[in-house]
């Protein structure tokens, strides 16, 4: 089987060695406003966005015709609210977890942070972060590791 990073995950391991480095030297690349990092990240992240946006576009638009946006649309939803809420009431009844770890769990699982900030937020603790690397982690693999194999079964 060949293997080859790509050009994403080099990229992610340039910033994982970079960072690496900076946090043994911290002389290297100096002192950074916060101001200026956030500005820097936001424009990047952006930037991004609008170029797949610009390449990706036209090219939705046109295989989005008839009634496959309604099906797209059904299905995004569906898998983007029943897994969640079957990982938490598993948690609860097979489990027993509380429901703040519980939901915890399920944030991670699906990579959400706004959805842990939101948990701990409502419930007024922190608890809800202790099962959220985990389960964040877990899934980030397990979902690599699904990728590759349909993309050598395809």
Known sequence: MPFALG??????MAGVG????RSRNPEF?????????SFLQDFGLNAFVAVLS???GPKVIT???GDTILWLALIGTAGALIPPFIAFWIGIKFFGLNSIIAAGASTGARNSTPGLNA???ESGS????????????????LALIGG???MILS
């Open 54 to 56: 610009a390449n990706v």
């Open 119 to 121: 948990i701990m937020e």
């Open 7 to 12: 050009t994403s995950a080099g990229v992610i």
């Open 63 to 65: 295989a989005l015709g």
């Open 29 to 37: 690349g100096g002192p950074v406003h916060e101001g200026a990092r």
């Open 126 to 141: 922190s608890v809800a972060a202790v099962p959220y690397p985990v389960s964040y982690a877990l899934t980030t693999v």
């Open 148 to 150: 590759y194999v349909s």
């Open 18 to 21: 970079v960072s690496y480095f």
